[in-house]
């Protein structure tokens, strides 16, 4: 039933470890995207896919490198994990322009709570 | 650069105030600007929307106009409840297709 899904929902690890976070979504949508919120709850874009293809990628480190082997799956690994890296991760998708006026909206995932110890 | 300011938190209210929290932004182009909301511990939900100017957005008793002249999307409910108690955050999007958020506004809302 759940609409956009990421697992795990806790992350904790040492810092120099490598992590992923997968994320899946069943609506059909075209579009994906993985947001960071920190600390204070500010909530930045790192990227976003288009049906597999990269469209947006913020000045994020080369230690994050995304992956979409489908359009409904983007997943974030994260290698040599740093204290800094500890925020929540949010997956989130949208449908394309064919879909009329609902095209802008996103839908979001619970999060991914990353702890680097 | 597209941007979006809040207002600063929290926001403690009695329950049934009225309630604004205040929204402007900056952006190239014709925004869409939306509301979400996030409950503690659980992801973001979207609130209500608007496309274009002197669009009203609502849903579960929250309102919020477009006013292209103000640049401002403030969002306002006659009468809150404790259950509305969460974290409201402005957001637009351009064709971009990337949300751009505000910093979040803490809304308390006592018995």
């Known amino acids: 039933d759940t609409a956009v899904s990421q697992t795990p929902k806790y992350l904790v690890t040492q810092m120099g470890n490598d992590k992923s976070i997968k994320c899946e979504q069943n609506?059909?949508?075209?579009?994906m995207y993985w947001y960071k919120q920190d600390s204070k709850k500010f909530l930045k874009i790192m990227f976003s896919?288009?049906?597999?293809?990269?469209?947006i990628n913020e000045t994020v480190p080369n230690r994050f490198s995304p992956k979409s082997p489908d359009k409904a799956h983007l997943n974030l690994h994260i290698n040599s994990l740093e204290l800094g890296d500890s925020a929540v991760y949010f997956c989130?998708?949208?449908?394309?322009?064919?879909?009329?006026?609902?095209?802008?909206?996103?839908?979001f995932g619970p999060g991914t709570r990353l702890t680097v110890l | 650069g597209d941007s979006v300011t809040q207002m600063e938190g929290p926001v403690t209210l009695s329950e049934e105030a009225f309630l604004t929290i205040n929204c402007t932004y900056t952006?190239?182009?014709?925004?869409?600007l939306f509301w979400y909301v996030q409950y503690p511990g659980e992801g973001l939900q979207l609130l209500l929307k608007?496309?274009?100017?002197?669009d009203k957005g609502s849903n579960k008793g929250f309102e919020a106009t477009y006013r292209k002249e103000t640049t401002s999307f403030h969002l306002e409910k006659g009468s809150v409840q404790v259950s509305d108690s969460a974290v409201y955050f402005c957001?637009?999007?351009?064709?971009?297709?990337?949300?751009?958020f505000g910093s979040g506004t803490r809304l308390q809302v006592q018995p």
């Open positions: 957001a637009l999007i351009t064709g971009r297709r990337a949300l751009t």
């Open positions: 608007a496309t274009k100017a002197d």
């Open positions: 989130a998708s949208s449908p394309s322009r064919t879909s009329g006026s609902s095209y802008n909206e996103q839908f």
């Open positions: 896919y288009n049906n597999k293809e990269l469209i």
């Open positions: 952006a190239t182009g014709y925004p869409s």
């Open positions: 609506l059909g949508h075209d579009t």
